[in-house]
Nanobody, 123 residues
Framework: QVQLVESGGGLVQAGDSLRLSCAAS??????MGWFRQAPGKEREFVAA????????KYADSVKGRFTISRDNAKNTVYLQMNSLKPEDTAVYYC??????????????????WGQGTQVTVSS
């Protein structure tokens, strides 16, 4: 039904920037978000954006550094990551929530997930 493909990850130094993208196939999506998971850690909410793009939500740990945006015509969501820190190192996943129309930080609300893209920030 819906497939998500993340890209843009890589190895960077602390303070650098990366821009992740997530291209979705299938029908128009309601809400999209980004989560991340480091080895031995549980999946952590990063950011989410409503379909219109007017409502966004960020984890406190990334607020002011990361920016989520979307292009509905392309069914694509982006995550601009600035001032990266070693603690940002994780596999980043994009996800789709077809149930809600406002940003949600609860991963169980999301219906579809991408395979993830690795982000590694060296100190």
């Amino acid at each position: 039904q819906v497939q998500l493909v993340e890209s843009g990850g890589g190895l960077v130094q602390a303070g650098d920037s990366l821009r992740l993208s997530c291209a979705a196939s299938g029908r128009t999506l309601s809400m999209m978000g980004w989560f991340r998971q480091a080895p031995g850690k549980e999946r952590e909410f990063v950011a989410a954006i409503a379909r219109s793009g007017s409502y966004t939500k960020y984890a406190d740990s990334v607020k002011g550094r990361f920016t989520i945006s979307r292009d509905n015509a392309k069914n694509t969501v982006y995550l601009q990551m600035n001032s990266l820190k070693p603690e940002d190192t994780a596999v980043y996943y994009c996800a789709v929530d077809e149930k809600n129309y406002t940003p949600s930080s609860d991963y169980v609300e999301y219906d579809y997930w991408g395979q993830g893209t690795q982000v590694t920030v060296s100190s």
